[in-house]
């Protein structure tokens, strides 16, 4: 049976069209059972839309109280009947409403390789230190930012003629290839976070 997720986003939604993308094509055995942005001008609401996505669009003040935003998101993802949280570009953090209604299976996409380079300006960071190697990282989101077990991670060269833009496009090709390859291998059960709290794949 096809995983049902639900997508937190909070722009221009690429890694949620490459989800899209990916169950039209057969290829991944998921179904997007609402997306909700943390910005009504979200690019990636027109996304949903047109993939005839049920959306939830939510406004800055919603998050004036951030418990009160995570209790009413977690209960729009637990009503669309969701199994896993797939944050994708949402720049809000999840706090315990979501993670408690769905412990190890809110998973985020990280442009770095964790525990490298951390934060909201990864590649920037990434590139202005110099490093040969970046990369990108799926981890299960818990309550510190950017930790939680990881899934997978792909490295990406910064090659000599690469200025930050190049290599965000490279990060992003990446992204768009290994997050919905994750949610397939999660869809086949072969996904597990073991007592050692490392995640295990089958
Ligand atoms: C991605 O680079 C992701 O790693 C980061 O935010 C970006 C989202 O891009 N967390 P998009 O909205 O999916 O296009």
Redesign the pocket.
Known sequence: MALKIGVL?S??????QAIIDEIEAGRLDAEIRVVISSRPDAY?LVRAKEAGIQTVALSKDVYADADMANEAIASELVHAGCEYVVM??YMRKVTDAILAAFPDRVLN???ALLPSFKGAHAIADAYEAGVKVTGVTVHFANAEYDKGPIVAQRAVEIAEDDTVETLEAK??EV?HRLYPQVLQMIAEGRVQVGADRKVHIS
């Open positions: 986003i722009g221009s939604g690429s890694n949620l990636g994708a570009g996409l990280h442009p990060i992003h992204e």
